[in-house]
């Protein structure tokens, strides 16, 4: 019989406390242990940070220790528990998903303890961190393929006034976009079963391309104004700077609203990140491999929209994403 | 017995013709066609532009696409051959090696008949169409782990009227950065096989990180720039915009000024292409995987420098390298 999920300290001591959240071994690894932080400053809100869920978005594993560096001087309030890498397989690997299984840890809550490494890590997540907290703010990003505006996102939640608290704390980071996202199949996200137990969870997309000093500013800038929307840290929210603007806006995405490409191809973007786009105007240019063989393709906007962000100069298959096109929340 | 490399058409038929290189089949695969294009404008200089060497840089093989979209209308004189993706297997797996041989097709110059499929690439090209030009164009970029300062780079080459040769010409591109490049070693590479012909060979480094609209218009007016100075199109030669700036440097960088990583680890950049930094100034601060167990690392500059390209936050390995850094050539 397997051992369970378990911490190796108490989170319940005061101040900053570490120590690993060990999930147990299975069919296809020894037990792989989580560091895992906790910084506890009594009663307040109950605040989980998560990132490195995918290994090759990297902003979040960046900026949870960017965030060591002032929040137990600044912590008020309340407590945070940070886990700077939930997948270290896939993060070692550069890779979306475990190289083990070859699973999306996002797609797999709230997992099985006896079930692959991926889904014994979502497990050991779903079932000895969750319970801790009221709000999750996890960290990802678009990944080295993408082009993407710094975005707070959340999907359409059933739940009216968790619909409205979410939305309210995306809106605290004040990061460049704010995003309510329809996706088209949102079963097995960490999101869903957080949001099914009443909680506030927000996903960040902290960013694509290459994980620089300027995109790092942005999300820890973004982090802190939500950590004292929530009260735990003191301090004055601020826009962060992004491509020389200070601004935010919230934007709503359908299904419908992303570019797909018809074939495979060499994508080259022909827009960028907060292009106000037309219907017919240019996206990009799905060229083909063997320029000898056949003719370029026109991906072009269906309807007036924003681009939040359009993938990198890259080969592609049918039915990859090309481009991720939004509109205004309230217009 | 195999057959040999041979065009599918012939290049010496005025205008512009198209068809493949054939790279004949071997133990490992059945024959490769790469796509090649060329423009025939009687006497003048002899240009090869090659593409698409490693898999994951992107730059060259769109921007090869966007020369067919004036190349035709402007040529005055001279032959221009190009090749938009030297590593088909390599560009559909977006990966830097050969996916078949794990070769790296840019250190098996000038390759081998009966070798594998990287060396039978390489075999080709330097039988096939080396020996067609006076001076060859390779089209890379530092792929999607890096931001770089776009770049025209040779190595040093020992024939003094060569060099000044070469180096006239990396400057004729006028992008952002021409580079002099020491590397440590340059046995197997397109350039040495080339320069030990006596031909002018300029190596071009079109960014780092997201493919997008930006680099990829600096990258097609530097490619331009380049062939009005070699006098094959008509047209005046501008500064691209790069950050805002208008402006190229020539730079020189040895072995000794790149940065390698201590540790195994996660890597936080700290500075920007372009930043002038002083002896013991941060570049960067490698993370240990697990923050429980050990402390992160300063990477620091070791000399007065300028910094043409840095690591994008990603994982790294013992002595991968973190940070280009280079000097004024004339100084």
Known sequence: ????????????????????????????????????LSFNKGEGP???????????????PIVARRILDWLPRLQECGRV???????????????????????NLNRVFPGRGD???????????????????????DLHSFGPRWEFA???TTHPIADADLMSKTLRMSEAFKLPVT???????????????????????????????????????VAETGIRNALIALGIVRGKAEYPTFRQQKSSRTLKTFSSDQLKSPERGIFEP?????????????????????????MPIDIRARTTSIVCGVKSGVPVDVNDELALLARPLHS
Chains 1, 2 share one sequence.
């Open 115 to 137: 079930g692959s490494i991926s889904e014994r890590i979502a497990d050991a997540v779903s079932r000895v961190l969750l319970p801790m907290v009221d709000t999750v703010f």
């Open 150 to 152: 710094p975005a707070s």
């Open 81 to 103: 528990i940070l886990v700077p890498v939930l997948n270290p397989p896939a993060l070692k690997a550069w890779s979306r998903n475990s190289p083990g299984d070859g699973l």
């Open 179 to 217: 995003l309510v996202w329809e996706g088209p199949d949102t079963r097995g996200m960490f999101d869903t079963l957080a949001h099914s137990q009443g909680k506030i969870f927000v996903c960040l997309e902290l960013g694509g391309g290459a994980v620089g000093t300027d995109n790092l500013a």
């Open 270 to 294: 022909r827009c960028s990140v907060f292009d106000e786009v037309k219907q017919g105007d240019l996206i990009g240019i799905l060229h083909p491999l063997d320029p000898c063989s056949s």
């Open 46 to 60: 109950r605040l989980l940070i998560t990132a490195g869920c995918h290994g090759n978005e990297l902003e979040g």
């Open 1 to 36: 019989m397997s051992e369970t999920p378990h911490l190796t300290f108490d989170p319940d001591q005061a101040g900053m406390s570490k120590g690993h959240l060990v999930v147990p071994k299975g069919a296809d690894s020894e037990p792989l242990p989580l560091p895992v």
